[in-house]
């Protein structure tokens, strides 16, 4: 059975059992090069000093193979992207999943740069790197290249680094990454959810080959509704064309080439709770129906005996050994 859930540029994911009957997701890093290395132990550092609902749990690193694999707590209803942009999907989002969602991200990214005890940048918000579980809530993952910055520092400077389409066109020029830079590309995320498009496609015109300006051509001629995604048409000839029309503004807002212009994480995550405060959309975080919450893409897996070891996700220091416990399983296995 092929047990791989997803595939990156970091390495490659698999769905397994421990042998207390634990669903987990296991990374397995493509560690080619000291850099690589550096992405493996920069993720265990970060997400061991993380807790919070939207961000994906690490529940150990497995250090007794060739290869170190992450294990992280399993996402059932895998990405974001694959409801969004996959057109044979067997699940339609619905309008508050989505502005839910949203609310989700947003609320994430500033625990990240507010929150946390040292601030810290996603550096690679996007929809593949959203995941859903078995209630459609969204957990940001992958923090390989997140960096973690002093609380009065404003950017860091580093090689560019990021997925096109997402990509802050101010760190391109400049290669310093803010917090804003982050608010840039949940900008684009707002405009996937809007449309179900994606980032980058070249089934799009010249000028519409980046979502972002396709997006933006699209405001400034009045033609918004003309790009929404379908499901969101559906819905909008019911009553949520102003919590539309507010999130489109919002987009535009995260999406302004200057950084400085943009608003910061909290400033999103308000505005955010405000627009679902729209057309009496306060329950729009209860879900809709049963099979929201039922739906779950199911497999049949395999126990997996492996040792591995667990991190405090409460924690706000690695430096210690003791921030980590050996469990007692069996012997070691490579997805």
Known sequence: MDRIIGQGGHGTVYKGMLTDGKIVAIKKSKIEDEGKIAEFINEVVILSQMNHRNVVKLLGCCLETEVPLLVYEFIPNGTLAHYLHDHEKEFQLTWHMRLRIASEVAAALFYLHSA???PVYHRDIKSTNILLDEKYRAKVADFGTSKTVDVDQTHVTTLIYGTFGYLDPEYFQTSQFTAKSDVYSFGVVLVELLTGEKAISITRSNEGKSLVTYFLISIENNNLFEI???????ESQNHNNDQILAVAHLAKKCLNLHGKMRPTM???SIEIARIQMINNGDDCNAPQNAEEIEYVRTEQIEPWDFSYTTTN???TSYASPSTFIELPLLSSKTP
């Open 116 to 118: 946390t005890a040292s």
């Open 228 to 234: 929404l995604d379908s499901q969101v048409i559906k």
């Open 266 to 268: 909290k400033e999103v």
């Open 313 to 315: 996700s409460a924690s």
